[in-house]
Structures are given as C-alpha cells and as structure tokens.
C-alpha cells in the first residue's frame, strides 16, 4: 500500500534511525521547516506545505527546481503546518501516513502533534516516529513489533481506557481500567519480539521507546 511521509520541524534525536524508517516508495511531504529534517534523512520532497516562516526563498527555489509541488499558506491561519500537511495526504487518499520529526523540542508542538492522531478517520493508520520512538492512537488492539526489552506505555486519552488486556509484556494488564490521571500504564516492557494491546472501551496513546 503506497505510504506517506510527513517530515514535521521537530528533534530528530538519531538521524540514522530516522532514516531507516523510509521506504524507496514512500511519498514524502515537509511541513514548512520538516524540510529541513527531509534534506538530513536523505529524502527529496514531492510536496512542501505550509507558511514557510522557516525556509528561506531560496530553499523553496531549490525545492521548485527538484519539482516539487509548493503549497504555501498565509502566516496567521488556524492550523499549524503539520495539521495542514496531514489534511493534504488525507485528501491525497493515503491510508498509511508515518510522521517523522514531530516529537521533541517545544512541548506545546509536541502535545499538538499528537492531538493530532485523535482527528485521523477510521481506517487510516498514522503514527509519530523518529526512529527511536513511536506514538500512535489505539481503539481496540494493536500489535506492536520490537525487541525484548523496549519501554512500552499506555496513557488514556480523553477519559478511562476499560478492559485493558496486554500480551507479552513484563507488567500484564488483564481486563483492566486505565485512568487519565494515574500512570499504571507508563513503563511496561517487552519480553519478545512482538507484543499486543487490546481494549474494550476508550482510547489510549501508545508510546513505543525502542532500545
């Protein structure tokens, strides 16, 4: 299934692993100065999104010489760059979006980003990823594939996660409530190298720390 790759303006802690996450198939936008962490990861955009506060004239020409589609947008608006690049990929009929640079640096972005997953349709798989961290919206299960040993947390979103059942993790979670202000779910651990997560009702963030 074609993927989109959305390279946000954030911290990109190991560029190396960030790298690793992108396919030679994979449709990649930049949202404003995402350019910036796109150019580092060794990928050319097919499209730059946004009001462009954080490229030069000059970096957009280099982008337009490349062919790359420019979309810019006024500096006051209601969204951010990253909302707006996810509502082009949406309408671009991508399924499987991935994020790359959106976690780290100014915690108001960073809570913003993922915000964002809640307001994704169903049938649409989109997650935060530099490469080190993964962060993703679950509603009913997830399979999560990593390494023994990498930190796994659940935090309710919104209101309690019911029926919280867990497999394959240190700390098992049978059948159970998660509640948005208490941290039972933070800092479990993988025993394999696959794990899975289900709930009955609720939503929870899943953040995936890989070793």
Not at 36 to 63: K, Q, T
């Amino acid at each position: 299934m074609p993927r989109a790759v959305i390279f946000a303006n954030g911290i990109l802690p190991d560029l190396a692993a960030a790298r690793s996450l992108l396919g030679d198939d994979d449709f990649f936008v930049a949202a404003d100065g995402g350019l910036h962490n796109a150019l580092a990861c060794g990928a050319s955009p097919h499209a730059v999104i946004g009001d462009f506060d954080s490229l030069s004239e000059a970096e957009l020409a280099d982008v337009e010489k490349a062919e790359a589609r420019i979309l810019r947008y006024p500096r006051e608006k209601d969204e951010t760059d990253l909302e707006l690049a996810i509502h082009f990929v949406l309408d671009s009929q991508f399924k499987v979006i991935r994020v790359v640079g959106a976690l780290g640096g100014r915690l108001d972005q960073t809570l913003g980003n993922i915000a964002l997953l809640a307001d994704v349709p169903a049938g649409v798989d989109m997650r935060l990823d530099d490469g080190r961290e993964e962060v993703r919206l679950v509603e009913s299960r997830a399979e999560i594939l990593g390494k023994p040993g990498d930190t796994l947390s659940l935090i309710p979103w919104g209101a309690p996660a019911q029926g919280v059942s867990t497999e394959n993790l240190r700390y098992p979670l049978r059948g159970e409530i998660l509640l948005p202000h208490k941290t039972r779910g933070i800092s479990n651990e993988m025993l394999g190298e696959q794990a899975s997560v289900q709930l009955t009702q609720g939503r929870l963030i899943l953040i995936h720390s890989r070793k």
